[in-house]
């Protein structure tokens, strides 16, 4: 589930551009955790996806989205 601040709500989402809560997997942690600071990105090939890091290790986490 992907809770974002925004004022758009488009297919039971709602996108924007700071990201409140959502889960990617750590690749350092080897566990699925919740994105810390998390912001969402647009890829060159207009994909979008959310950039942030694990609350544990402080790694950077990465998860696509998918076009939209």
């Known amino acids: ?3 974002y601040k925004t004022q758009l709500l488009l297919n039971n989402f709602i996108f924007g551009e700071v990201l409140l809560m959502a889960q990617g997997r750590c690749m350092k942690c080897k566990k699925q955790v ?9 890829l060159k090939n207009g994909m979008k996806a959310i950039k ?12 696509i989205l998918g076009k939209a």
């Open 52 to 63: 942030g890091e694990c609350p544990t290790c402080g790694t950077k986490v990465f998860r």
């Open 34 to 42: 919740e994105i810390k600071n998390g912001k969402e990105v647009v």
């Open 1 to 3: 589930m992907f809770i």
